[in-house]
């Protein structure tokens, strides 16, 4: 997000934030960017149709992942705007997701630093970034001992 934020400057830039929920807490795990067609100053929108598809493209890798929320750069040193505000509250109202995460990269004229929020449902309340390392690696699905059996004999079966 930094090295994004970094090469859109002196513009906004931005994407989907993407991973699970672990003891009611949000475990980002993965970081999608996705670059404006056309980079402003003060303002990102995220594209229409590009959460869905970044979302779709990183279920297949893991299925666990869902989407937790939206981020981009600002770049001065700002927490979020009024703009944000209604932004991740109109991504709660829709029903994609009850408390989304808005996490701003904002320059600090030394360098980035990330300012992570989440919505209540009536504000953004701040949140302690934790570097917390990967998901575990997903169990090896098991097979049932009747399909086994049907493919060992070359068989097949129907419900």
């Given at each position: 997000m930094c090295?994004?934020?970094?090469?859109?400057?002196p513009y906004e830039t931005g994407?989907?934030?993407?991973?699970?929920?672990?003891a009611g807490r949000p475990w980002v795990t993965h970081v999608q960017t996705v670059t404006p067609k056309r980079g402003m100053p003060s303002f990102y929108t995220l594209p229409e149709g590009k959460r869905e598809q970044a979302i779709r493209s990183l279920r297949r890798l893991?299925?666990?992942?869902?989407y937790l929320g939206d981020w981009h750069s600002h770049p001065a040193d700002v927490g979020p705007s009024c703009t944000d505000c209604n932004s991740i509250r109109s991504i709660s109202l829709s029903g994609d997701l009850a408390r989304p995460v808005l996490l701003i990269v904002r320059w600090t004229g030394?360098?980035?630093?990330?300012?992570?929020?989440?919505?209540?449902?009536?504000?953004?309340r701040p949140l302690r970034v934790v570097a917390a390392g990967n998901l575990p690696p997903l169990a090896p699905r098991r097979r049932s001992r009747r399909l086994m059996a049907l493919r060992q004999e070359g068989g097949s079966f129907s419900r």
């Open positions: 090295g994004a934020a970094s090469e859109a400057y994407g989907v934030l993407a991973g699970v929920y672990t893991d299925p666990r992942i869902g030394e360098g980035h630093t990330l300012d992570a929020r989440q919505w209540t449902g009536r504000r953004l």
